[in-house]
């Protein structure tokens, strides 16, 4: 099972970047996947989920700036980011799980920064 994060780096203040998940080893069309970023000295935090059937939800913080999607074909699931704000550096994470399983990425880095 693999969970790799890509599309992270610098970018300035209302900037856009768009993170990718690609998966294998498992069955990614029934998995509900996730995105939860770590910023530097703080817990994790739940950012924006998406079911298998393509229902979505954000936190308060990023409604109306991220948008996730997956494309199933691809076993790959996006994190659209846009409007960012220096709050919303930190480490994103991608996470798949069903009933009896979950499963995390490695993480990308986001920095937003002047």
């Known amino acids: 099972v693999q969970l790799v994060e890509s599309g992270g780096g610098l970018v300035q203040p209302g900037g856009s970047l768009r993170l990718s998940c690609a998966a294998s080893?498992?069955?990614?069309?029934?998995?509900?996947m996730s995105w939860v970023r770590q910023a530097p000295g703080k817990g994790l935090e739940w950012v924006s989920d998406?079911?298998?059937?393509?229902?979505?939800r954000y936190a308060d913080s990023v409604k109306g700036r991220f948008t996730i999607s997956r494309d199933n074909a691809k076993n790959t699931v996006y994190l659209q980011m846009n409007s960012l704000k220096p709050e919303d550096t930190a480490v994103y994470y991608c996470?798949?799980?069903?009933?009896?399983?979950?499963?995390w990425g490695q993480g990308t880095q986001v920095t937003v920064s002047l």
């Open positions: 080893g498992f069955t990614f069309s029934s998995y509900y």
């Open positions: 996470n798949a799980q069903n009933f009896q399983r979950n499963y």
């Open positions: 998406i079911s298998s059937g393509g229902g979505s």
